[in-house]
């Protein structure tokens, strides 16, 4: 009986070592699902922003990166369509890159957080070049004096610049 009694309880053991590893797990489970949540609202609550020096484009992007709004003022009209397009997609690329501080600012510095911080990083590097500079130019392509300067380009009859 004796070794019975060894066997029921050394299963005894097993089952209860079983049981704390279990709840261990469990623990720590919902430790990792806490800090998600964190995370995640701390995502579904910041936005980053970019402006272009002459104000003329203002973005906004949601915490995943999207483009949530597009402000213009009357200055994009002193733009190229060229010009205007790669503008716009510098302060879209701007204002993602802000994401990454925005978020570590609100998330805090754990572990987690900052593995986060680091894949906003990463996905949303810092553009090159600055708002500002001139974008470079393919062959033919005109500058925005040329493109907007030649008056007949919304005159009836004309077939705008480089047409006539």
Known sequence: MTDEAGLASGGHDRLAAAQRNLLQLLEHTEREREQADAVSEVMNGITGRATTPDGAITVTVDGRGLLSDIVFTNGI???????????????????????????????????????????YQARFPQPMPEVGEAP??????????????????LRPGTEGPGHG
């Not at 900052?114 to 894949?119: D, F, H, K, L, S």
């Not at 470079?136 to 380009?153: K, L, V």
């Open 136 to 153: 470079r130019r393919t062959p033919g392509e005109q500058d925005d004096e040329d493109y907007f300067g030649q008056a007949g380009f």
């Open 77 to 119: 009209t002193r733009r190229s369509p060229p010009r205007l397009a790669a503008d716009l997609m510098h302060c879209v690329r701007q204002a993602q890159a802000t994401l990454a501080e925005e978020f570590s600012e609100r998330a805090g510095a754990d572990p987690f957080a900052v593995r986060i911080a680091e894949g």
